[in-house]
């Protein structure tokens, strides 16, 4: 037993190859926005591109489930819904593997996640091995990949930030008014089976994209301050290590604010999609423009990304009011469509205003997080606050039927939307009050880090070779100094 503790701390002690990359100076993170940085943005809108179509187009693949099992509409729901609220709900899952291996893997997991999930239900027999495959595998698929892909973007961009940001959350618009059609002229040619195994193809693409994020500096500089975290805790303290980035986050009042932000923002906005086409219907409407309205908004929505990434990247509008403002448009808007939804024109002002405003404060979330949070947990807080929204998305619609099957009309369930979606805005706002984390200055910090003569909890002398390893590691640019304690 006393072999197995030595070899661990032997193992905790001694650097990867890998880590090799990192900067020879502190100060020296020279590949940010810059050379690889580029490719690696290319990824991530690769990434949303494909994942924001598998998601949005959701209602393409409860179609075709329905046609292939002729199973009732609540049975087969549970896979599109798992498949939709999984990708909120496991941002926890994505953050764990981004901080024990990279957003590298991440991704790549992703890919593989959405192939094995689609061709499983290509050729599922039954409609619960179908909620499984393309509820539960593709939904962890979206889950790794979402999360990881704009983490990416954070670890290879700092000045450019929010533009790069915008740029590859633009991606969910962009693949939505390309693939949805493509989608559902393939699912008429080749049925339900082919159309599953074109998903699969068409995702597989997402491991080519992951291979791409390869770590930049700046993300193997916050791999190594973990390590050292770790390196300082004794073995009865590895469990506390592990949550460590977690509990940095949700004790941070400015965090906090932030996860009943995004959930009240989710629960509402969720809420408006789920009924505005069937509310466009109840006002005299067809369905046909009710589908162009709704395409007219995800549309827009690539249009709205795009623009708040370059607003923000001017630096000129502070990143919170950016990231309350478009909530607060959304909110206001909501609450006043109801009384212009007699108007053919007043649905098209909503749906415009709905698709430019409702994604800007995605752009944003990175910024806005990093006002509280270390860079090094970053993943967590981004993570987190999914799963607030993911747990909103759930929320959101058995709200609506709730409000609905009580007697009450559309009308009512998108003021109720509007409601929450100001809410969401209020808390956000109230993050400005709160203290903020100054990440230029964690950057550069210096450190002292004493390295004991003998371990922790157990009498072995450390070996020579063991304290130059270890030494070596802390100063290869890390901006930390090490010495020995006697």
């Not at 940095?248 to 969720?270: A, E, I, P, W």
Request: glycine share 10%; proline share 2%.
């Amino acid at each position: 037993m006393t072999n197995e503790k030595e070899e661990k701390e032997k193992e905790a002690l001694t650097e990867p190859d890998h880590v090799h990359g990192l900067p020879d100076d502190r100060d020296d993170f020279s590949d940010l926005d810059t050379g690889w940085a580029w490719m690696v943005l290319l990824a991530s809108f690769g990434t949303f591109f494909l994942i924001g179509n598998s998601m949005y187009a959701v209602g393409i693949i409860h179609s075709s489930l329905l046609d292939r099992y002729g199973e009732k509409v609540t049975l087969t729901s549970w896979a599109g819904a798992l498949h939709t609220a999984l990708m909120s709900l496991g941002g926890p899952l994505s953050t764990v593997v981004i901080d024990r291996f990279s957003c590298r893997t991440a991704i790549t997991a992703s890919g593989m996640f959405f192939v094995v999930g689609y061709l499983g239900t290509a050729f599922a027999e039954t409609i619960e091995t179908a909620i499984f495959t393309c509820g539960i595998l593709a939904g962890t698929g979206a889950a790794l990949g979402y999360t990881a892909a704009m983490v990416a973007v954070g670890f290879n961009f700092r000045r450019r930030r929010n533009l790069a940001l915008g740029i590859a959350v633009s991606g969910v618009g962009a693949g939505l008014f390309v693939l949805a059609p493509l989608m559902q002229l393939s699912r008429e040619f080749y049925g339900p089976m082919g159309f599953f195994i074109i998903l699969a193809a068409m995702t597989a693409n997402i491991v080519t994209f992951g291979q791409l994020c390869f770590p930049s500096k700046l993300e193997l500089h916050t791999q190594r301050r973990r390590k050292l975290d770790s390196f300082r805790s004794t073995d009865s303290q590895n469990c506390f290590t592990s949550f460590k980035p977690y509990l940095n986050v949700v004790t941070n009042k400015g965090m906090v604010c932030l996860f009943f932000s995004m959930f009240f923002y989710c629960l509402g906005t969720y809420l408006v999609y789920l009924h505005l086409p069937t509310f466009i219907v109840t006002k005299g409407f067809t369905a046909v423009q009710a589908s162009f309205l709704v395409s007219l908004s995800g549309i827009l929505s690539l249009f709205g990304r795009l623009l708040t990434g370059m607003v923000a990247n001017l630096n000129r509008i502070n990143d919170t009011v950016l990231y309350s403002g478009s909530m607060g448009i959304v909110g206001i808007a909501s609450f006043i469509y109801p009384f212009t939804a007699n108007y053919f024109t007043g649905h098209v002002i909503y749906t415009v205003l709905l698709g430019l405003f409702f994604g800007s404060c995605y752009v944003s979330i990175t910024a806005v997080s990093l006002k509280f949070v270390e860079i090094s947990y970053v993943a967590a807080a981004i993570g987190l606050q999914f799963c607030f929204g993911g747990i909103g998305a759930i929320v959101g619609p058995v709200c609506a039927g709730i409000v609905v099957d009580a007697g009450g009309t559309y009308e009512l369930s998108l003021i109720v939307a509007a409601v929450c979606i100001v809410l969401g805005m209020t808390f956000s706002a109230v993050t400005m009050c709160c203290k903020e984390t100054n990440n230029d200055a964690i950057l550069h910090i210096e450190e002292t880090i004493e390295i004991p003569e003998k371990h922790p909890n157990n009498s072995a002398t450390l070996h020579e070779e063991d304290k130059g390893s270890f030494l070596k590691h802390c100063q290869n640019g890390s901006g930390i100094d090490v010495k020995i304690s006697e």
